[in-house]
Antibody
Framework: EVQLVESGGGLVQPGGSLRLSCAAS????????MHWVRQATGKGLEWVSA???????YYPGSVKGRFTISRENAKNSLYLQMNSLRAGDTAVYYC????????????WGRGTLVTVSS | QSALTQPASVSGSPGQSITISCTGTSSDVGSYNLVSWYQQHPGKAPKLMIY???KRPSGVSNRFSGSKSGNTASLTISGLQAEDEADYYCCSYAGSSTPWVFGGGTKLTVL
């Protein structure tokens, strides 16, 4: 089955760190660009980071310098290292797939909840 | 505040048609035919419904269609069904600085 499964979410204090994982299956993981998108409760979607098939990475200003996206193709896995977490980072984090040279998210995981609170 | 502007809610009766707008700028929606739309039921992952403004992925009903005029993209759902009740999000490529921007989402209620 083609799917993405996130894990690693939880409760963390402001200023703390957390590492999210996304396990891919059913497709050739190394051939796809991968992304993280988040959604605060009751809010819209926000793009968080992307990594290309060559390992090139991209971030919006809101997380640049605090979040690091990485991938391990041998393990069909995507990661998001989140440091210096703030209350505003509280959200469900989804991993999503984008075919190379395409510009839409054609497969999403079910998400993992990150809560930043003291 | 989201980068793309969508109405907070729309509603329609079964069998009717509705349209959801998505307004951006000349830097995103207006510059690229790379608008996509996603459907999200409560507690579920988003699902791709439309890509590249008006293309439908395999398996998506032809009751869903997309269009664009200037800086505004639109999603139209015809022959509304109860299962269409969900949140809908638009997304556009926006260039190399922040490549992907989303709308704030629209809650569709089928009366």
């Amino acid at each position: 089955e083609v799917q993405l499964v996130e894990s690693g979410g939880g409760l963390v204090q402001p200023g703390g760190s957390l590492r999210l994982s996304c396990a891919a299956s059913g497709f050739t993981f190394s051939s796809y660009d991968m992304h993280w998108v988040r959604q605060a409760t009751g809010k819209g979607l926000e793009w968080v980071s992307a990594i290309g098939t060559a390992g090139d990475t991209y971030y919006p200003g809101s997380v640049k310098g605090r979040f690091t996206i990485s991938r391990e193709n041998a393990k069909n896995s995507l990661y998001l290292q989140m440091n210096s977490l703030r209350a505003g980072d509280t959200a469900v984090y989804y991993c999503a797939r984008v075919a190379t040279m395409e510009w839409y998210f054609d497969l999403w995981g079910r998400g993992t909840l990150v809560t930043v609170s003291s | 505040q989201s980068a793309l502007t969508q109405p907070a809610s729309v509603s329609g009766s079964p069998g009717q048609s509705i349209t959801i707008s998505c307004t951006g700028t000349s830097s995103d929606v207006g510059s690229y035919n790379l608008v996509s739309w996603y459907q999200q039921h409560p507690g579920k992952a988003p699902k791709l419904m439309i890509y590249e403004v008006s293309k439908r992925p395999s398996g998506v009903s032809n009751r869903f269609s997309g269009s664009k005029s200037g800086n505004t993209a639109s999603l139209t759902i015809s022959g509304l069904q109860a299962e269409d009740e969900a949140d809908y999000y638009c997304c556009s490529y926006a260039g190399s600085s922040t490549p992907w921007v989303f709308g704030g989402g629209t809650k569709l209620t089928v009366l």
